[in-house]
């Protein structure tokens, strides 16, 4: 069979994990109306690891629009959060530091307990950028479940931090948890990691095929961190990672992370 291509890391730029549909796929931008299904019945000719092969390819596209879509979006959707909160000076960055590869001090562990990571084309790739008003780091993976056999056993795990030095990120850290839920995303509060932490998650599609995204976001003084998580499936094909086993295997990875910038 042949391995999915990686996505490619997303652009720098202020913003979080807003996934978005492009062809029933989950990415990054900004939060999807109702769901199209993958893979749905209509050319068929087209096998389904074409599909993935294709939609893998569209999140790294559809990153693109990371940085101007998912602001905006969060501009409109909540307009008294952001640029009013009268406090924009920036908060200490502490300890954080830039790293080189972030895949490497980033790295999800415990994910990779239940995938491996594929090695073939950039996979994994990382990017870091350094700017006088913000420094960016991030990873992009395609995964395989470990043991898995099928198509559907392939995912894609997208890793950022960014270190504010010229505003408050805070902001647009609640504009986005808002966001999110205002478009039907589960909101989980995650105590003990930063100065505030959240797990957002949704599971949508047709009744045969599925599609999971799911994301850590911290914030903690002016860094801000997230991973996320972006799978589809065939119901009865496989069994994907519960929404429980995701939290925790996101969250533990989250807080390794924060602890290695810091050291």
């Not at 074409?50 to 790294?60: D, F, P, Q, S, T």
């Not at 830039?98 to 994994?124: M, Q």
């Not at 003084?221 to 972006?230: A, K, L, Q, R, S």
């Not at 990875?253 to 924060?258: E, H, I, L, Q, S």
Request: net charge neutral; glycine share 10%.
């Amino acid at each position: 069979m042949t391995t999915p291509p990686p996505p490619s890391p997303a652009p720098n730029g202020p913003g979080y994990g807003f996934p978005q549909r492009t062809q029933g796929a989950p990415g990054y931008g900004p939060p999807p109306g109702p769901p199209a299904a993958p893979g749905a019945p209509g050319g068929r000719s087209e096998g389904r690891s074409e599909r993935n092969l294709r939609r893998n390819a569209v999140w790294a596209f559809v990153g693109a629009v990371l940085a101007s879509a998912g602001w905006a979006t969060a501009v409109t959707v909540i307009p008294g959060m952001v640029g009013n909160s009268g406090d924009s000076a920036p908060r200490s960055l502490g300890s954080y530091h830039v790293s080189d590869d972030f895949c490497a001090t980033g790295k999800p562990n415990r994910l990779l307990e239940k995938y491996s990571v594929s090695t073939s084309s950039s996979s994994p790739s990382h990017h870091t950028d350094r700017n006088p008003a913000l420094d960016s780091m991030n990873c992009s993976m395609t995964l395989k479940r470990i043991g898995g056999d099928s198509d559907s056993e392939y995912a894609s795990a997208y890793l950022r931090a960014d270190l504010h030095k010229a505003v408050n990120p805070a902001p647009e850290l609640s504009a986005n948890k808002e966001t999110y839920r205002s478009r039907g995303y589960q909101i989980t509060t995650i105590p003990g990691i930063g100065e505030e932490a959240y797990f957002v998650y949704k599971e949508d599609g047709s009744d045969k095929y599925r599609d999971i995204y799911a994301e850590v976001d911290v914030r903690d003084g002016g860094m801000t961190y997230y991973i996320t998580y972006n799978a589809s499936y065939t119901q009865g094909k496989t069994t994907p990672p519960s929404m429980n086993d995701l939290r925790t295997m996101l969250q533990a990875d989250a807080d390794n992370a924060v602890r290695a910038m810091r050291k």
